[in-house]
């Protein structure tokens, strides 16, 4: 194959993404041509249905109904894994082209999470690209920025809001009071949330693609097994307003950082609804927008911002891996070849200094305060404000929200389980930590 010669490619998935990079390969074919050196074309398709109307033309493509026979297609160069899933057709076509010698580009960051490494040895083995901008943060180029923007430095942490449809949620909720179904409905219907969307609100899609930054920002081998996670299906409309009430917004934050050096280094990677103040350059980052923050030891603090989700995003993430193929500019996966890569023990976080956000749901009764504080002073744990929920109606639930001191975390959680089982409270205690500025 010379450089003249177009890179020929074949598309498994037509959904969303799909469809938006045949639309996308049309509309700007010259431009594409021209900064690849060369056309991009579609050569094969496949997805569960042909009948399907997509709103593409796809009469100049040849249909294969096996995905796998797709992939290993003698006249195709590259693989388009649009289809999802961590296992499956997915991977099987994923591994059938790596293995056939072509090259793979995918948006699935369930897949590259749990497989990433292996399918990262079969393309280095065989030679062939495997590139995935599309899988974490959508259109915004982060995993470029990380592999190749920011290599000069060592990273000491990359945190950030990674899941659209958490953040479309939590945003809208703040703006409109609407309530977490209705707004979940919309993502859906936007084209943001996962085929199955718990992935986006328990926190799983957001972590998916934390594992594979970190794996790339600190050259540590990818450890989905190892986040901590939650998501946001705890957080309630009255949380929101008590979080505006004290000067902060409620965000899906995903971070990963270091501690320790050489052998004693341990990754710790965590998702979670965080409590950040509205002058935090992440309290205006609204709707199906995605931000990452990677601070560098040269570079200082970089912030890459734009849209996590949606067809035009994501495409454009596909196609400029498409791009960095036919101009030949490819490298490890991982930025470091796998073999290389170190295994990273993952951290305990409770030694973590943090301020929390904490709220209960309690019996309108005398005493119930004070038995909460005594907890509290039990197990360390330093208040800094408490504002109670006037009472709807008498002998009724109130809500009981306070913001902590900096203190170590294990103790906010002892203080919980001091309180586990108690019959003042009448739900579970939700605790946010407040993300540091
Ligand atoms: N939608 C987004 O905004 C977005 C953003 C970033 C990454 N992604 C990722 O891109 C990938 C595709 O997402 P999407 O939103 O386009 O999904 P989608 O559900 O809209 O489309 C999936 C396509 O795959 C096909 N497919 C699914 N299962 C199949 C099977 N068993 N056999 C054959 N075909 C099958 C479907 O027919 C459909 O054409 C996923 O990995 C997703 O996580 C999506
Ligand atoms: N479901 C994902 C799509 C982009 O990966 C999100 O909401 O961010
Ligand atoms: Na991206």
Redo the contacts with the bound molecule.
């Keep these: 194959m010379t450089d003249t010669q177009p890179l020929r490619i074949a598309i498994a ?6 469809a938006g990079v045949i639309r996308l390969l049309g509309t700007n074919r010259d431009l594409i041509a021209a900064r690849a050196g060369r056309a991009i074309e579609v050569v094969a398709v ?4 042909r009948s399907t109307d997509r709103g593409v033309d796809l009469s100049g493509y040849a249909w294969e109904d096996d ?1 796998s026979a797709l992939a290993a297609r003698d006249d195709i160069d590259v693989l388009v894994e ?3 899933g961590s296992d ?2 997915a991977l099987a076509a994923s591994r059938a082209a790596l293995s056939a010698g072509k090259g793979l580009v995918t ?4 897949m590259i999470a749990h497989h990433g490494l292996q399918l990262a040895e079969l393309a280095e083995n065989a030679r062939v690209p495997l590139k995935f901008e ?2 974490v943060a ?1 259109g915004i180029p982060v995993v470029k920025g990380l592999r190749e923007g920011t290599s000069a430095n060592a990273l000491t942490k990359v945190y950030g809001i990674l899941n659209g449809t958490c953040n479309y949620i939590l945003s809208e909720m703040e703006e409109t009071g609407a309530d977490f179904a209705d707004t979940l409905a919309e993502a859906q219907r936007l ?2 949330a ?2 199955d969307p718990t992935f986006d609100i328990e926190g799983i899609d957001a972590a998916h693609k934390l594992a594979i930054l970190a794996a790339i920002g600190f050259g540590a081998k990818v450890d989905f097994d190892a986040v901590h996670i939650s998501g946001i299906v705890q957080v309630r409309a009255a949380d929101i307003a008590q979080a505006d009430a004290l000067g902060f917004v409620i965000r899906l934050i995903a971070q990963a950082d270091v501690e320790g050096e050489g052998a004693n280094a341990k990754l710790l990677q965590r998702v979670r609804p965080c409590l950040v103040a509205k002058d935090h350059p992440l309290a205006s980052v609204d709707g199906p927008t995605n931000a990452v923050v990677a601070e560098g030891n040269f570079s200082g603090r970089l912030l890459f911002q734009g849209a996590g ?2 067809e035009g995003p ?1 495409a454009s993430a596909v196609v400029a891996d498409l791009i960095d193929i036919a101009r030949s500019e490819v490298g490890a996966p991982f930025s470091i070849p796998v073999a290389q890569l170190t295994p990273l023990a993952p951290a305990e976080p409770g030694n973590r200094m943090e301020r929390n956000y904490l709220r209960f749901t309690v019996n309108d009764r005398p005493g119930v305060l004070a038995e909460i504080t005594a907890a509290m002073r039990d197990a360390d744990v330093s208040i800094e404000s408490l504002i109670q929920q006037g009472r709807a109606n008498q002998g009724g639930d109130v809500l009981v929200a306070m913001v902590t001191h900096e203190g170590p975390e294990a103790n906010v959680r002892r203080a919980l389980d001091l309180l586990e089982g108690s019959d003042s409270l009448t739900g579970e205690p939700l605790v946010l930590p407040i993300l540091p500025n």
């Design positions: 998935g037509l959904g969303t993404v799909g496949s997805a569960r249905d995905m649009l289809v999802g499956g057709p948006a699935n960051k369930a599309a899988a959508g084209g943001y996962e085929a989700a949606g994501t």
